[in-house]
Protein backbone atom coordinates (compact mmCIF):
# COMPACT_ATOMS: atom_id res chain seq x y z
CA UNK A 1 0.00 0.00 0.00
CA UNK A 2 1.27 3.62 -1.02
CA UNK A 3 1.66 6.14 1.47
CA UNK A 4 0.57 8.72 -1.05
CA UNK A 5 -2.88 6.69 -1.44
CA UNK A 6 -3.47 6.24 2.20
CA UNK A 7 -2.33 10.59 2.42
CA UNK A 8 -5.25 10.98 -0.11
CA UNK A 9 -8.23 9.09 1.41
CA UNK A 10 -7.54 10.59 4.89
CA UNK A 11 -7.17 13.96 3.30
CA UNK A 12 -10.89 13.35 1.98
CA UNK A 13 -12.09 13.11 5.95
CA UNK A 14 -11.63 16.98 6.18
CA UNK A 15 -10.12 19.56 8.17
CA UNK A 16 -9.85 19.39 11.99
CA UNK A 17 -10.02 21.86 14.65
CA UNK A 18 -7.91 21.66 17.86
CA UNK A 19 -8.98 22.11 21.26
CA UNK A 20 -6.88 22.75 24.44
CA UNK A 21 -7.96 20.18 27.28
CA UNK A 22 -7.69 19.73 30.89
CA UNK A 23 -7.69 17.26 33.73
CA UNK A 24 -8.60 18.89 37.04
CA UNK A 25 -8.74 17.17 40.34
CA UNK A 26 -10.50 18.36 43.33
CA UNK A 27 -9.44 17.97 47.06
CA UNK A 28 -13.03 17.29 48.01
CA UNK A 29 -15.59 15.57 45.72
CA UNK A 30 -18.51 17.78 44.50
CA UNK A 31 -21.87 17.39 46.44
CA UNK A 32 -23.67 17.45 43.32
CA UNK A 33 -22.05 14.96 40.82
CA UNK A 34 -22.47 14.66 37.22
CA UNK A 35 -21.73 12.72 34.30
CA UNK A 36 -21.10 15.46 31.77
CA UNK A 37 -21.82 19.24 30.74
CA UNK A 38 -22.30 20.43 27.78
CA UNK A 39 -22.32 23.97 27.11
CA UNK A 40 -25.62 25.12 25.72
CA UNK A 41 -25.80 26.03 22.04
CA UNK A 42 -26.62 29.64 22.56
CA UNK A 43 -23.30 29.95 23.52
CA UNK A 44 -21.23 27.30 21.80
CA UNK A 45 -19.89 29.70 19.64
CA UNK A 46 -18.20 32.61 22.57
CA UNK A 47 -18.14 30.30 25.90
CA UNK A 48 -14.65 29.27 27.24
CA UNK A 49 -15.50 25.83 27.34
CA UNK A 50 -17.43 22.71 25.54
CA UNK A 51 -17.56 20.58 27.80
CA UNK A 52 -16.70 18.78 31.50
CA UNK A 53 -16.82 15.19 31.88
CA UNK A 54 -16.90 13.73 35.24
CA UNK A 55 -13.97 10.64 34.73
CA UNK A 56 -15.40 8.73 38.17
CA UNK A 57 -18.94 8.37 35.88
CA UNK A 58 -17.23 6.37 33.61
CA UNK A 59 -17.85 2.80 33.88
CA UNK A 60 -14.57 0.63 35.19
CA UNK A 61 -12.39 3.82 36.22
CA UNK A 62 -11.06 4.03 39.62
CA UNK A 63 -12.16 7.94 40.67
CA UNK A 64 -14.88 7.85 42.72
CA UNK A 65 -17.41 10.31 41.40
CA UNK A 66 -17.20 13.93 41.46
CA UNK A 67 -13.67 14.25 42.02
CA UNK A 68 -11.53 13.88 38.71
CA UNK A 69 -12.87 15.98 35.61
CA UNK A 70 -11.82 16.53 31.94
CA UNK A 71 -13.00 19.92 30.68
CA UNK A 72 -12.69 20.59 26.62
CA UNK A 73 -12.05 24.44 25.96
CA UNK A 74 -14.37 25.70 22.70
CA UNK A 75 -12.71 26.13 19.78
CA UNK A 76 -13.16 29.65 19.68
CA UNK A 77 -11.13 29.77 23.00
CA UNK A 78 -8.75 26.88 22.02
CA UNK A 79 -7.27 29.24 18.85
CA UNK A 80 -6.90 32.44 20.98
CA UNK A 81 -4.54 30.92 23.37
CA UNK A 82 -3.63 27.99 20.60
CA UNK A 83 0.42 29.00 20.94
CA UNK A 84 0.15 29.77 24.77
CA UNK A 85 2.25 28.17 27.29
CA UNK A 86 1.15 24.95 28.62
CA UNK A 87 1.38 26.32 32.40
CA UNK A 88 -0.35 29.32 31.98
CA UNK A 89 -3.41 27.64 29.92
CA UNK A 90 -3.73 25.42 32.87
CA UNK A 91 -4.30 28.08 35.18
CA UNK A 92 -6.93 29.47 32.87
CA UNK A 93 -8.39 26.68 32.73
CA UNK A 94 -8.40 25.92 36.41
CA UNK A 95 -10.44 29.37 36.84
CA UNK A 96 -12.43 28.22 34.35
CA UNK A 97 -13.86 24.90 35.76
CA UNK A 98 -13.86 27.12 39.25
CA UNK A 99 -16.19 29.73 37.85
CA UNK A 100 -18.38 26.91 35.46
CA UNK A 101 -19.02 24.52 38.57
CA UNK A 102 -20.39 27.69 40.89
CA UNK A 103 -22.56 29.00 38.69
CA UNK A 104 -23.68 25.72 37.60
CA UNK A 105 -24.33 24.33 41.17
CA UNK A 106 -23.31 26.98 43.52
CA UNK A 107 -20.23 25.02 44.97
CA UNK A 108 -16.70 26.11 45.40
CA UNK A 109 -14.16 24.01 44.40
CA UNK A 110 -10.72 23.30 45.61
CA UNK A 111 -8.44 22.10 42.96
CA UNK A 112 -5.73 20.06 43.96
CA UNK A 113 -4.38 19.79 40.05
CA UNK A 114 -5.06 20.96 36.86
CA UNK A 115 -3.07 19.80 33.82
CA UNK A 116 -3.29 20.99 30.51
CA UNK A 117 -2.99 19.65 27.01
CA UNK A 118 -3.12 20.75 23.77
CA UNK A 119 -4.77 18.97 20.95
CA UNK A 120 -3.62 20.23 17.05
CA UNK A 121 -6.58 18.13 15.20
CA UNK A 122 -8.92 16.97 17.68
CA UNK A 123 -12.37 17.14 15.96
CA UNK A 124 -13.47 17.40 12.82
CA UNK A 125 -13.96 20.96 11.94
CA UNK A 126 -17.31 19.80 9.71
CA UNK A 127 -18.29 16.83 11.47
CA UNK A 128 -21.86 14.95 10.48
CA UNK A 129 -23.64 12.30 12.80
CA UNK A 130 -24.66 10.88 9.31
CA UNK A 131 -21.11 10.69 8.15
CA UNK A 132 -20.00 7.30 9.44
CA UNK A 133 -17.25 7.01 7.01
CA UNK A 134 -14.38 8.72 4.75
CA UNK A 135 -15.63 8.44 1.33
CA UNK A 136 -17.84 6.58 -0.85
CA UNK A 137 -16.00 3.96 -2.55
CA UNK A 138 -14.61 4.93 -6.00
CA UNK A 139 -15.45 1.29 -6.90
CA UNK A 140 -18.39 0.51 -8.94
CA UNK A 141 -19.69 -2.39 -7.29
CA UNK A 142 -19.47 -1.45 -3.49
CA UNK A 143 -22.50 -0.22 -1.17
CA UNK A 144 -22.19 3.84 -1.05
CA UNK A 145 -20.56 4.84 2.10
CA UNK A 146 -18.70 2.15 2.90
CA UNK A 147 -15.29 3.29 4.36
CA UNK A 148 -13.18 1.56 0.65
CA UNK A 149 -11.01 3.52 -1.47
CA UNK A 150 -9.70 1.32 -4.71
CA UNK A 151 -6.32 2.35 -6.51
CA UNK A 152 -5.56 -0.22 -9.36
CA UNK A 153 -5.29 -3.85 -7.21
CA UNK A 154 -5.29 -1.84 -4.00
CA UNK A 155 -8.51 -1.14 -1.43
CA UNK A 156 -7.69 1.44 1.64
CA UNK A 157 -9.89 1.09 4.39
CA UNK A 158 -9.57 3.99 6.63
CA UNK A 159 -11.49 5.19 9.61
CA UNK A 160 -11.33 7.15 12.90
CA UNK A 161 -12.96 9.33 15.06
CA UNK A 162 -13.49 12.21 12.70
CA UNK A 163 -15.00 9.54 10.32
CA UNK A 164 -17.77 9.33 12.49
CA UNK A 165 -18.12 12.25 15.68
CA UNK A 166 -15.71 14.40 17.57
CA UNK A 167 -16.75 12.68 20.48
CA UNK A 168 -14.13 9.72 22.07
CA UNK A 169 -16.41 6.91 21.20
CA UNK A 170 -16.51 8.13 17.46
CA UNK A 171 -13.20 6.20 16.96
CA UNK A 172 -14.73 3.01 18.60
CA UNK A 173 -17.87 3.03 16.11
CA UNK A 174 -15.95 4.02 12.97
CA UNK A 175 -13.66 0.47 14.05
CA UNK A 176 -16.93 -1.25 14.28
CA UNK A 177 -17.96 -0.09 10.79
CA UNK A 178 -14.72 -1.00 9.38
CA UNK A 179 -15.26 -4.29 11.21
CA UNK A 180 -18.40 -4.70 9.36
CA UNK A 181 -17.04 -4.08 5.71
CA UNK A 182 -14.88 -6.61 6.25
CA UNK A 183 -17.26 -9.21 7.54
CA UNK A 184 -20.00 -8.01 4.57
CA UNK A 185 -17.73 -7.71 1.79
CA UNK A 186 -16.51 -11.20 0.25
CA UNK A 187 -13.73 -9.48 -1.72
CA UNK A 188 -11.88 -9.18 1.76
CA UNK A 189 -11.87 -12.72 2.83
CA UNK A 190 -8.80 -13.57 0.84
CA UNK A 191 -6.62 -10.97 2.46
CA UNK A 192 -3.58 -11.91 4.84
CA UNK A 193 -3.10 -8.88 5.89
CA UNK A 194 -4.71 -5.29 6.91
CA UNK A 195 -2.20 -2.08 7.18
CA UNK A 196 -3.17 0.06 9.55
CA UNK A 197 -2.06 3.88 9.36
CA UNK A 198 -2.41 5.64 12.88
CA UNK A 199 0.01 8.67 11.60
CA UNK A 200 -2.67 10.99 12.40
CA UNK A 201 -3.34 9.36 16.14
CA UNK A 202 -2.04 10.95 19.36
CA UNK A 203 -1.79 9.02 22.31
CA UNK A 204 -4.66 9.80 25.17
CA UNK A 205 -3.35 11.43 28.31
CA UNK A 206 -5.95 11.35 29.97
Same mark, same amino acid.
Given at each position: ?6 ? +?? =? ?7 ? *? $? ?5 ? !????? +? ?15 ? $? ?22 ? *? ?12 ? =?? %? ?25 ? !? +?? $??? *? ?20 ? !????? $? ?7 ? %?????? +? ?5 ? !?????? =? ?17 ? %? ?10
Amino acid at each position: VETEEIL +RL =DMQAGPTSP *A $WVAMVEL !AEPLQ +RPFGRLEASPETAETAP $WRSIVDQGSKPGRDEAPGTAFVLE *ASESWTRRHLEEDR =DA %VAEALRSIFAETIEHAFGESVEISTCA !A +RR $WRY *ARPAERSEARSTVSPSESAGDA !AGEPT $WRSGSASIL %VGGDRC +RTGHVEG !AWLAGI =DLAGVLLRDPKWSNRTAIA %VDSSSAEPSLF
